[in-house]
């Protein structure tokens, strides 16, 4: 496996950890941008440009796009998030030219009329949808209580007001701030013919203009309180908590997640069993979330509404353990072992490697192979774990319920 990057004159980076011994290969473009670069008054137009990239181009009709996908047999998918945005297929090595074309293409979309006013429909049922299914936009909600005016606070998905209001003229200024190719990156994994990448990248996106779109960092300031969200509808109670957390620049972020593992993995947790294993709730768990600049921890606990009140105590008396009750060297391995496993498993799928090199590029502009990055958390220290308790403390929350119960107040 041999790690190679090179960039086109216009900036286009393009990453690719290649594998002879592969079956397949993945690509896809990685854009740095995502709702937190949008203005509030356009808010959710990445998640709405994402849908739009497929709908047809001056070269491609919105069928031809598909059909072509699907005479590659492609596995092909797009993604919209707070920081980026992500084009991406999965093929037999032998389309390798005409899977980075297609792709290319669609990069540069027509934003015709007709389908955008269609696709707004969509989105607006989307995210009407997204609100009526458990828990009911909370994440959303939660994060703008969290960040309060911070970008970070605003949704992928955007409102339904913001959504009806975007236009297609608006969209295209927002893509010309956005989708330079310095700003971008083609990223691939698999059986890659990397001189040929290059080549196809300087045919097919060569010409792209450059011009600078640089993200503007705002101070985070987390805010902390609790909040509830009646939802009589729904069966069960949602109990979501963030807490400030490292950034993906700092580099507390490999003990912070070793810590979130030890606290609130799937399975052989401290939430594991005090929720799951007890029977106290259906769902509960922990995970630390890095975005330029800023960070998170994210606590959940999904139970019966008769519940929820106990369990606030109990994650609160757990979240305190954590500062006062030092992690055990037993427990470090046992967290390590699983990130460490979870990092090589994965590794053996394309996609996963393909999504690697490109977050990696998104987050430090770094590459790190598999091994390497097992070797660094393997690294972290019982006293590193146990400094993030302190410099993090979990009890210090944006908490947010939601469900049928009203009457839940936030543990003394």
Not at 264 to 283: C, P
Not at 359 to 374: F, M, R, S
């Amino acid at each position: 496996m041999e790690y190679r990057q090179h960039r086109l004159d216009n900036g286009l980076e393009i990453l690719a950890e290649c594998n002879p011994g592969a079956h397949a290969l993945a690509c896809g473009f990685f854009v740095r941008t995502g709702a937190r670069d949008e203005t509030p008054d356009v808010g959710g137009v990445s998640h709405f440009l994402e849908h739009m990239v497929f709908k047809g181009t001056p070269n491609r009709s919105a069928d031809q796009v598909n059909r072509e996908l699907d005479e590659m047999g492609s596995h092909s998918n797009a993604r919209t998030g707070e920081e980026s945005t992500i084009y991406h297929a999965t093929v037999l090595p032998d389309f390798q030219s005409r899977i980075v074309e297609v792709l290319s293409d669609i990069m540069r979309p027509s934003l015709r009329e007709d389908d955008f006013e269609t696709e707004k429909k969509v989105i607006i049922e989307e995210i009407k949808m997204y609100d009526d299914q458990p828990p009911y936009g909370g994440h959303e909600r939660i994060m703008a209580e969290f960040y309060g005016a911070h970008p970070l606070g605003q949704s992928v998905l955007g409102t339904v007001d913001t959504v009806t209001g975007l236009t297609p003229t608006r969209m295209n200024e927002y893509f010309q701030q956005r989708y330079s190719p310095g700003n971008i990156a083609l990223a691939a994994a698999g059986n890659v013919d990397f001189e040929r990448l290059i080549s196809d990248a300087e045919a097919f996106c060569g010409n792209w203009e450059s011009f600078p779109a640089q993200r503007e960092l705002v101070p985070v300031q987390p805010r902390s309180g609790f909040v509830t969200m009646h939802k009589p509808e729904s069966t069960q109670q949602y109990l979501i908590q963030l807490a400030n957390g490292p950034s993906s620049q700092d580099e507390d972020r490999f003990a912070a997640r070793v810590l979130t593992t030890i606290l609130g993995d799937d399975s052989g947790s401290r939430m594991y069993w005090e929720f799951l294993d007890s029977g106290l709730a259906e769902a509960a768990g922990m995970g630390n979330y890095e975005y330029d600049g800023a960070g998170l921890i994210m606590t959940f606990v999904c139970c019966a509404p008769e519940q929820a009140q106990e369990n606030l105590e109990r994650m609160k008396k757990l979240q305190g353990q954590a500062i006062v009750e030092r992690v055990t060297q037993k427990e470090l391995e046992q967290a390590k072992r699983k990130i460490s496993s979870h990092i090589i498993l994965s590794s053996e799928r394309t996609e996963s490697r393909m999504f690697s090199v490109g977050a990696q590029w998104l987050k430090n502009n770094d590459y790190k192979t598999p091994g390497e990055i097992a070797a660094v958390y393997d690294a972290v220290t019982l006293e590193q774990v146990n400094a993030i308790a302190q410099k993090f403390p979990l009890v210090e929350n944006m908490t947010l319920c939601v469900g049928p119960e009203a009457e839940l107040f936030a543990p003394a």
